[in-house]
């Protein structure tokens, strides 16, 4: 009786582990659009934006603005998930002591990422919005020098 009760709690603890586990991945599942190339081209230059995957709970992506030959803009980004919890670190090169800035998901659609930092001086929102499988806006926003701001960017896959 006591092995056949000690072999059935361990089967209880070994699935339901290997369901925590897929649990515990679905929010990185459900970021699986923004893996990609994306690119926006316009009169003040081009900024692109290259996503991947590391692995089941890591993606990582590197973010350039290209005006004429000079890089001016460079960050490093990654979209992160540990336990329940999705976050998005940033690293911008010149900014911050080169040391990333982390950003926690708030909200979340099967087509919108929100990710919030209120104690970030600048932006403190980053919101990626699939408009369709070959298009994303990016939306930042926050208060800047006392007042309301944001930036949006029409990104298109370019492969």
Do not use: R
């Not at 699935?15 to 970021?31: G, I, P, Q, V």
């Not at 999705?86 to 659609?109: C, I």
């Not at 990626?128 to 990016?138: D, H, K, L, R, T």
Request: charged share 25%; aromatic share 10%; glycine share 4%.
């Amino acid at each position: 009786m006591f092995q056949k009760t000690t072999l059935i709690l361990l089967l209880l603890t070994i699935f339901s582990c290997k369901e925590s586990d897929a649990n515990e991945l679905e929010k990185m599942k459900a970021a699986n659009w923004i893996l990609g190339n994306w690119e926006n081209k316009s009169v003040d230059g081009n900024l692109s934006e290259t996503w991947k995957k590391v692995n089941d709970s890591t993606f990582e992506a590197q973010s350039y603005f290209i005006k004429e030959k000079d890089t001016l803009h460079f960050e490093s980004i990654i979209l992160q998930q540990k336990g329940e919890e999705l976050t998005y670190s940033t690293m911008v090169k010149g900014q911050n002591e080169d040391k990333a800035v982390a950003f926690k998901l708030t909200t979340t659609t099967e087509k919108q990422l929100v990710f919030e930092n209120p104690k970030h001086d600048y932006p403190q929102k980053i919101i990626y919005s699939e408009i369709n499988p070959g298009s994303i806006v990016v939306k930042i926003s926050g208060i800047q020098q006392g007042k309301p701001s944001s930036e949006q960017y029409s990104m298109k896959k370019i492969n």
